[in-house]
């Protein structure tokens, strides 16, 4: 989910921070207030304070992040609020509870423990090695490239019968950096995949033997160690500022901005400024994350039809399907998708009650430059183009507890089955 730079920002949340300096968000405070559609009212009152804004549905609400020195001020304003963290950095805390991760046993997939918390980055490497070790004869790893820090952009396909020539299924997730949860997800699903295609699970069986499926976890890998050892709120890869640039302390480029495809033709959609959190780069595809990825998906455009393709992001617990550029051209197979996206709204409620919003980008969420759904679709031929934001609509939101890691992969791998036997 976009996540808007207004003035006065601590620099704590900024995008200024060196990689030296470790963020504190002790005593910080989330909260979600209503707007009851006069969002440029609530922004007036909140100008006297230092604040962060999680999220872009100013018509309903704001999710913001108050540092402690502000919380009493904020709570005098009179405005209509509820609580989502007490204290983001005791909640962050308890996100980072790693279990040690103690690998697989021969001729056997990882213990599913791994799914009751977050883990390091090097250890979510080796779980995959893993996964493809206990199904070496229908998988194989595979990258995208290379990220700026020289981090493999590694992921894993797996296939059926006669892998290599069906149409394919692709999927990547932490391309913003501080969705934890969506990485998980992506390794919930695919270690259930391989848990029933391994025990003759008829639907998983089906679904592999029909299709070849591509997954990488992690398109920002160096985002995502940062927010794990710097700032747990980063959003965007780690490139430096532009030579011309005339802030040359903002790091970053949002490489879902990034995509070579109606890079800079909305207003709104993304920004020029490489301070913003939606900033889209200096030229379209300039990030070594999205060129991988593009190259990538275009190589098996080639050769494969693409069927399904999903970008993975949290929050805010919606299914977005194409165009995120303009809200008047309409997909080919609009209805047919959003159709689709209904009734995967509905598997996932029947799992633990989760209510999903969906429909097209532009007109569901905002509008978007540059986005992977909008090439994938247009560019790349994908017959359906999806973006899921996960758990939660705003209680929790980027940090989300890691007890809901499972019930988030469980209601996922339904959804997704679904989707793939009914398109």
């Not at 920002?9 to 209503?34: C, H, M, W």
């Not at 100013?58 to 502000?70: T, Y």
């Not at 978007?368 to 909008?374: A, E, I, M, R």
Request: include cysteine; aromatic fraction near 14%; hydrophobic fraction near 35%.
């Amino acid at each position: 989910m976009r996540f808007q730079l207004l003035a006065l920002l601590p620099l704590a949340l900024s995008s200024a921070i060196p990689r030296s300096e470790t963020v504190n968000y002790d005593g910080y405070q989330a909260f979600r207030i209503k707007t009851h559609g006069n969002a440029e009212d609530v922004q007036g009152k909140l100008a006297s304070i230092k604040y962060n804004q999680w999220n872009y549905r100013m018509d309903e609400h704001l999710d913001i992040a108050v540092p402690g020195k502000d919380v009493e001020k904020f709570k005098q304003m009179g405005l209509e609020w509820q609580q989502m963290h007490e204290d983001l950095g005791a909640s962050i805390r308890e996100e980072k509870k790693y279990k040690k991760y103690s690998g697989r046993k021969p001729d056997s997939l990882p213990d599913d423990e791994w799914f009751d918390t977050y883990h390091p980055y090097e250890d979510h490497k080796q779980f995959w090695e893993d996964l493809h070790a206990a199904f070496p004869k229908n998988s194989k790893m595979v990258s995208s490239g290379t990220s700026l820090q020289g981090r493999d952009l590694f992921g894993l396909k797996l296939y059926g019968k006669q892998g290599g020539n069906k149409p394919a299924i692709i999927w990547h997730s932490n391309v913003h950096a501080r969705e934890w949860v969506t990485s998980m997800t992506t390794e919930y699903i695919t270690y259930n995949l391989i848990d029933g295609y391994r025990n003759d699970d008829a639907v998983v069986q089906n679904i592999l033997d029909t299709y070849d499926l591509y997954v990488i976890p992690f398109v920002n890998p160096d985002g995502f160690v940062y927010s794990q050892e710097v700032n747990r709120l980063w959003r965007k890869n780690r490139s430096p500022p532009p030579p011309d640039a005339a802030n040359q302390t903002c790091f970053g480029t949002d490489v879902n901005r990034n995509w070579p495809w109606k890079w800079n033709v909305v207003r709104g959609g993304s920004s020029p400024d490489n301070c913003a959190e939606d900033y889209r780069g200096e030229s379209p595809g300039d990030t070594p994350e999205n060129q991988g990825l593009v190259a990538f998906v275009d190589k098996i455009a080639a050769k494969q039809e693409i069927k399904f393709y999903v970008d993975w992001h949290s929050y805010g617990q919606y299914i977005l399907t194409p165009h995120g550029w303009s809200c008047k051209v309409v997909a080919e197979n609009s209805e047919e998708q959003v159709d689709l996206a209904g009734e995967v709204k509905q598997v996932i409620k029947e799992v633990h009650g989760t209510n999903f919003t969906y429909g097209p980008i532009c007109d569901t969420l905002y509008a978007v430059n540059g986005g992977s759904t909008d090439y994938l679709y247009d560019i790349a031929g994908a017959e359906y183009s999806w973006a899921f934001e996960l758990r939660d609509e705003g209680r929790f939101g980027f940090v989300l507890p890691p007890r809901q890691i499972r019930p988030v992969g469980e209601e996922m791998f339904e959804g997704v089955k679904y989707a793939i036997t009914n398109m």
